[in-house]
């Protein structure tokens, strides 16, 4: 599995979608539920998936799909 | 008045919530003698509550003048506040301006920061003369059923509150936790009866304006539940340069051993204090706290009743005991206990049904220095992330719903839901979710072929 693809499956695990539904407008003002509890469920998976840590600055930043996909270049996660 | 408010100095500002806005006492108080003759004494309000200057004042509004408040939250599911609605039959309802156009009704012209007065044309019910105020038993979750407070049971709160923590009027707490939640208007009446500075926000602690706001506004407290510490965890919060908190504490279900253990070396080490409490809503929030003092040698203590209240224990052979190690029941009395449960419209009548006791429903034990420990529970319900799932009412939506046979259990980490429908494995979770707000990844369905029941239709435990 590439990356893209298990960034993909996290997302559609998290929040329920279907991999159509994840583009730019995927964020956390037009995802009804997007919580805490969801944002944390996120980042802890990403963090066990890629094996990484992320800073707590970075977590309060996981508010949208393009976000995440920029945060996660940032720790040499290519996509 | 309620809460002294108009003890309190005019110019003292009382609430500052996310939009920037603040709330001084004598607005606070100008606002109730409006309120007073906008509406009837003894009417039924329901508030749809934000943690926002216009809800507070609603709820401060209608405890004022007699006017008696459902305090639900404001994303509310529609179906469930239109079963409480034509359950309870609300005259008033005080809504956030945007929620206007679906609430049906007739739209007054008494509004104020951002909170309009709807009249529903609906009559209230008749109502006990003590009768102050009503909570879900669940917070925003599935069930009708509500809590019957009274007048005094909420001063009783706000003044054992005040005393346990030793509140002043140079208070700054961070009030996160929803207004419809008893522990929020728990912090919300606290800290008004002392005179301080409520901090309002409906952000979330993942946000970065929350901490923006820990910040600019000198935040001196904040409350939570496990699942807050969860997170502060998570964002290092241990390693955060925060001068000004002072008092962190904790209700709302019972935290890790290591995640109790790592607040209170904290709060050691930075000279803070880390308080656990304990409460219910049927006692007003607050039942019991550990001192500050026993937090790194009581881990996961309950510790001891809070001022004005008192413990007890109920053993196995239906011994009451005070003092002394013991196991079983817990019971609490104090004017904190509320008067009872309403199911429809004319239990709202009734007078005081629990006479200042309280069988907890959760088992205690009870070590040699009188410091408590929950070690279980009676009643079927789970707490997770601080929401009460009520066990039977989640297997009543599912059969409901879908025509199966369905049991639950679980534990505070997860709900276990049991049905014989192989179909429903995939949708139960979002179906839930949907109906008690509980994370969907947090509902673990297993297919059985049937669940098993003893002669008496109980279920056997598989």
Known sequence: MTNLEKLNRIFCEVFNVEESALDSGFDKCNIEGWDSVRQLSLSTAVEDEFDIMLDAEDILEFTSYDNVNRILAKYEIEL | ?462
């Not at chain 2, 599912?398 to 995939?426: M, P, Q």
């Open chain 2, 1 to 462: 008045m309620f809460l002294d408010l108009d003890k309190k100095p005019k110019d003292k500002v009382a609430a500052i919530d996310d939009s920037g806005a603040s709330l001084t006492y004598g607005e606070i108080c100008g606002f109730i003698s409006r309120f007073t003759h906008a509406l009837p004494q003894r009417s039924l309000f329901f508030i749809f509550a934000e943690n926002k200057i216009g809800s507070l004042l609603g709820y401060v509004g209608a405890l004022s003048s007699s006017v008696v408040p459902l305090v639900i939250s404001a994303k509310t599911e529609k179906t469930l506040y239109e079963t409480l609605r034509d359950k309870y039959s609300p005259a008033y309802l005080w809504a956030p301006n945007e929620m206007l156009p679906g609430l049906g009704g007739e739209i007054t012209d008494f509004s104020e920061a951002g909170y309009t007065l709807v009249k529903t044309g609906l009559q209230s019910p008749a109502l006990y003369e003590d009768l102050a105020l009503l909570l879900p038993t669940s917070g925003s979750t599935g069930s009708p059923k509500l809590v019957r407070h009274s007048y005094r049971n909420i001063e009783a709160n706000a003044f054992n509150v005040l005393r346990l923590f030793g509140l002043t009027e140079n208070e700054h707490p961070m009030a996160v936790l929803p207004m419809h939640y008893t522990m929020g208007l728990s912090v919300i009446s606290s800290h008004l009866l002392a005179g301080a500075t409520l901090i309002l926000s409906g952000r979330s602690l993942l946000d970065k304006g929350f901490w923006q706001m820990m910040r600019e506004h000198r935040v001196t407290s904040f409350t939570g539940v496990p699942y807050s510490y969860e997170l502060l965890s998570k964002l290092r919060f241990f390693r955060m340069d925060l001068p000004d908190l002072y008092t962190i504490t904790q209700g709302g279900g019972k935290m890790t051993e290591e995640l109790f253990k790592a607040y209170a070396d904290y709060a050691e080490q930075k000279g803070k204090r880390f308080i656990a409490t304990y409460g219910q809503t049927e006692c007003t929030a607050r039942m019991a706290y550990l001192p500050a003092e026993l937090a790194t040698t009581k881990t996961c203590s309950i510790g001891i009743a809070e001022p004005g209240g008192q413990l007890s224990i109920i053993d196995k052979d239906g011994r009451e005991t005070f003092e002394g190690e013991a196991e079983g029941e817990m019971v609490y009395r104090g004017e904190n206990v509320t008067l009872g449960y309403a199911t429809c419209a004319e239990d709202l009548l009734k007078g005081d049904e629990n006479y200042g006791v309280m069988h907890t429903g959760d088992l205690a034990r009870r070590d040699a220095d009188g410091c408590y420990f929950i070690i279980g529970r009676l009643k079927r319900f789970l707490k997770i992330y601080g929401l009460r799932i009520g066990l039977d009412e989640v297997e009543q939506m599912v059969k409901a719903e879908f025509n199966t046979d369905c049991h639950c259990k679980g534990d505070d980490e997860k709900l276990i839901v049991l049905v014989t429908d192989a179909r429903l494995k995939e949708v139960l979770p979002a179906f839930i979710e949907g109906k008690t707000h509980l994370f969907h990844q947090r509902v673990e369905v297993h297919v059985v072929k049937e669940i098993m029941r003893n002669e008496t239709g109980k279920v056997i435990d598989q």
